[in-house]
């Protein structure tokens, strides 16, 4: 069965602590994201990963950093974090180029206090 | 630039009515086009897409969609709705690149 698994699925933190969200696919999927969902802004690229160490920016990088070390996994860092980056993220794999199929994870609630 | 634009966010319809729900996009070049489904608290769920072909696409639990080069559209419809089929639908548009853009979503209201 076909899953991206994300974790941890809530998650309280106070300003200026650093947060690791993780992401794990089964599919051995190249291409993996990082969005993250606010209300009335829909969901806004963070980061895009192409493979193991190639790694791009999205529409709103700042403040966020990223690991892929192997395919399967894909790790979003917050380094200091702010209150403004309370927020639901979502990691996505994606299918081969012939399908163009995002599979989402169930999400993480991050609260920054 | 690649936009995204759904014009409702928020449809109310009653169980068994039927719905359309209005994606308007503009890119340049090929592109994919797709609809996805969020249940509360849930990732987004792929329904259906389009790339070329029939431009009428069919996806899951009777929903479809139909493509128009010409308005620039990827309306998602369904014939009768259930009250399941609360939730918030997004558009999404991508091309040869990796890039895929959303909509800001679309929030279906099912009454019973």
């Known amino acids: 069965d076909m899953k991206v698994t994300q974790m941890p699925r809530y998650l309280i933190k106070r300003m200026g602590e650093n947060v690791l969200l993780e992401c794990g696919q089964d599919?051995?999927?190249?291409?993996m994201y990082w969005y993250r969902q606010d209300p009335g802004l829909g969901l806004q690229l963070i980061y895009i990963?192409?493979?193991?160490?190639?790694?791009s920016e999205g529409d709103i990088p700042k403040g966020y950093r990223v690991s892929r070390k192997k395919r399967e996994h894909f790790s979003l860092i917050l380094d200091s974090a702010k209150t403004n980056q309370t927020s639901v993220y979502f990691c996505?794999?994606?299918?081969?180029?012939?399908?163009?199929?995002?599979?989402f994870g169930a999400g993480t609630r991050l609260s920054v206090l | 630039t690649q936009t995204v634009s759904q014009s409702d966010a928020h449809v109310t319809v009653f169980e068994g009515d039927s719905v359309e729900l209005r994606c308007n996009y503009s890119?340049?070049?090929?592109?994919?086009l797709s609809w996805y489904i969020q249940h509360h608290g849930r990732g987004l769920q792929f329904l259906l897409k389009?790339?070329?072909?029939?431009?009428v696409v069919q996806g899951v639990n009777g929903f479809k969609a139909e493509f128009s080069k010409s308005d620039s559209s990827f309306h998602l419809r369904k014939a009768s709705v259930h009250w399941s089929d609360s939730a918030v639908y997004f558009c999404?548009?991508?091309?040869?690149?990796?890039?895929?853009?959303f909509g800001d979503g679309t929030q279906l209201v099912v009454k019973p």
């Open positions: 999404a548009v991508s091309g040869s690149n990796n890039r895929i853009f």
């Open positions: 996505a794999s994606r299918g081969d180029s012939s399908q163009n199929t995002l599979y």
């Open positions: 990963s192409y493979d193991v160490d190639s790694n």
């Open positions: 890119y340049g070049g090929s592109i994919y």
């Open positions: 599919m051995s999927h190249e291409t």
């Open positions: 389009y790339y070329s072909g029939n431009p």
